[in-house]
Structure formats: structure tokens, C-alpha cells
């Protein structure tokens, strides 16, 4: 039976090729659409330079490289970055084992993304804080920041207590649930008669949080988009906050 600290819960879940596989239909195509839409949006120069922060296997890093854009793509997880180097990697864009928490180049990049809920996970407030902070710091005066996160009244009105789910004979028992200012999700993975045993634990931050904190590092709020269509932010419908803010 495997067990990890849930403090640093990410390292060992985002490592394993079962959270790849639970979220394998989160794929280019789905990316595509996404970035499509946001760079028709910004209209950014092609020479830009773009910093995608917490890049997993480097999806969205691709499709934004497609572009263009000089991109580089870091993550905390040794595996997610020497799968995007095998993949993606080449003249526009590289990729960087790396801790959001830390710094990364200052006043260098025109645009930085934190997709796909890549922020929160920390237990404390001040290092969640640091992220976005780390992220100003990245950007040139005038450079967009866009953060990506899941809507909390949306999740906490639709969370789903239990499911099971079967992908390619794996067996995923996930149970949810709310529990001191966290949404978390325990997953069990059961395979060839061995358990494993992985969590996910975000912090439910607001709207008002990120608002909040990009203000506090000379970001100002563009625009609140509550999905990859880049449709306006409604409380009750949408099932994502999409912030984008540009540094002033």
C-alpha cells in the first residue's frame, strides 16, 4: 500500500501515469481550442515569449510554440518534463523542471499561464500568495497574466461524493469532498490486484483571492472568463475562473 504526505500530495500524484491516464481525454485537441481563442483574443506579436507555469506534459505549451511564441514550459515533476522534452521540445519551445514557488527570470516574459487549476495546492495561504507573485515578477511591463482555476461555487454545488471509473482496466475509486477550506479527492487505483492510494487537495480560493492578489502585484484585471470559450464569468454557471490580467 502506497501513501503520501498530503502536504506535498502533487509530487507523487502528478509523477504517477494514473493521473495521466484519469485525465487522458484532457488532450491537444482540447488545448487547441483553448489557446485558438486566447490568442485570437490577445493578438499578441509572434516574436512574443511565453512562460507556461505548472505545463504538465507540455500540451498547451505546444499548441502556443504552433504559434510562434518562444515558449518555456516548467513543472515540479521530473516525469511530466522529460515526457514534454521527448514530445514537444524543440527550436520554440523548452521545458524546465521547476517550483512555482521560486523564482523565474523577472521582467522577461509578454504573457504567463497557470492552466488547468495549477495553483492551490499549497497548505498555506502565503505560498499560494508567492505564486502569483513569482508570476508578476516573470512578466515585462505591459505582459498578460492568465490564470485558469475551477469556479468553487461551481464545484462545492456539483461535487460528486463517489465515482468509479474503469480506463484501460484500471479501476479508480474516487471519493469527494469538502473539508477545511479544501476541495479533496482521495483515489484509490486499483490494478492486477494492487492498490494504490493518491489524493488531490485544492484550496477553495475566490474570486475575490486572485483579484486580490494580482491587484497587490501591479496586475490589473482585464477580463473574468468562465470558460474555454472565453464566455463571461457567471457565480452560478460557470465551472472555471479564467483571470487575465495584464502588469502595469
Known sequence: MFHMEHSEWYKDWFN????HLLYSHR?????GFF????VNFLQ?????VLWDNACGKGRHSSVFAQYGYKVIGTDICPENINSANQKYASQNVQFFIHDMRREFYQNYFDLCVNLFTSIGYFQYDYE????????SNSLKKGGYLLIDFFN???VVQNIVPHETKVIEGVVFEINRFIQDGFVIKKIQVIESNQKLNFEERV?????EFFITEMNKNNIEVINLFGDYDLSTFNENLSKRMIFLGRKV
Open 16 to 19: 504517477s501515469k494514473y493521473y
Open 44 to 48: 499578441l506579436p509572434s516574436n512574443s
Open 203 to 207: 484550496k477553495l480560493y475566490n474570486k
Open 152 to 154: 468553487p461555487k461551481y
Open 128 to 135: 499560494n500568495q508567492k505564486v502569483i507573485k513569482v508570476m
Open 35 to 38: 489557446i485558438s481563442n486566447l
Open 27 to 31: 488532450d491537444v485537441n482540447e488545448a
